[in-house]
């Protein structure tokens, strides 16, 4: 039944499988579904295609889809992965994870590369588990880049880029917010309306404002250097929790490893398909965290890092 219903699929076109086009009836099946199959999302899958040579081998095969962000893309990809009767679903990000539990499959789930999974109700705040779901928590807490960069800068103005249709975006506007009053600082949301125009809503940003915190959605990435050009041009500070942004040109990064969450995922997903349930593996949260400071973009604003915030840092931009 497995091999009848893949080659179905292949021949519908929108996904790849590793290794071969059929499943056997004696292998198992991991279905993975991301959304746009962002290089984010790629680098998890590859460090969980290489950590899942211990568990795997020849005896399972790795299912792709890489359908667009939107809610009803993502669902009906996990209706596939539950039409091929996987033995294994994974999710990266908030977008293909939230659609895997609006469908509530009963095949056991495992998600990463996810902001605050507690936040979205994937996971329950109690037990760090969901209905027959489990996962990584892909972010570290962007209070402690607000922090730092509030202490370094001074900075009493910040406005936050975020996507309204975005789910992590609005709980990092919310806890900018929060953090902001505590601290006495001003957060002037930017909203985005329209998820193919970052650009536009960067008109309203105050004359007054210190920095930008740009919010992480399935589509920021493809408007990074847009953003940080135009944020270049008035010499405001980008503040951001995407990977690689401080080398693009943001100048705070506290950012995730890929390659940590990949790894922890096959180790998941070798005790799930082994026999474990999703119910005897709490979320797991990130070891691998990574504080990036870009000195070039200080220097060009003048903008003095303290020895004490350098300190902190894990890589620094020159």
Known sequence: MKSFFLFSLFLLGGCFLASSNVIAEDELLIAV???????????IQAAFTDGSQAFCGENCRIYVQAPNADIMSLRNSVRKAVALDADLIIT?????????KAESPS?????ADVYDPVGLGLVSGKTHTGR??????????????????VETTKAQKLAVLYDLNSPEGNLQKK?????????????????VENQKDHISPLEG????????????????GNYLDRVLKFASDRQLPVISQRASAAEAGAFMVLETSAVEQGKKLAEMAGEILTGKKTDDLRMYVPRDVAFVVNMKVAKEYGIQVTFQTL????????
């Open 33 to 43: 579904v991301m959304a746009n199959s962002q290089q984010r999302y790629q680098d």
């Open 132 to 149: 027959n779901m489990t996962g990584i928590r892909g972010d570290a807490p962007v209070q402690t880049l607000f922090k730092y960069f």
């Open 175 to 191: 806890v900018l917010e929060d953090s902001g009053r505590r601290k006495g600082v001003l957060i002037v949301p930017l909203v």
């Open 311 to 318: 300190s902190v840092a894990s890589r620094v931009v020159q």
């Open 107 to 111: 095949i056991p789930t495992l998600f």
């Open 92 to 100: 990266y990000g908030p977008a293909a994870s939230l659609a895997a």
């Open 205 to 220: 940003l105050p004359d007054d404002a210190e920095g930008l915190f740009l919010a992480s959605s399935e589509h920021e």
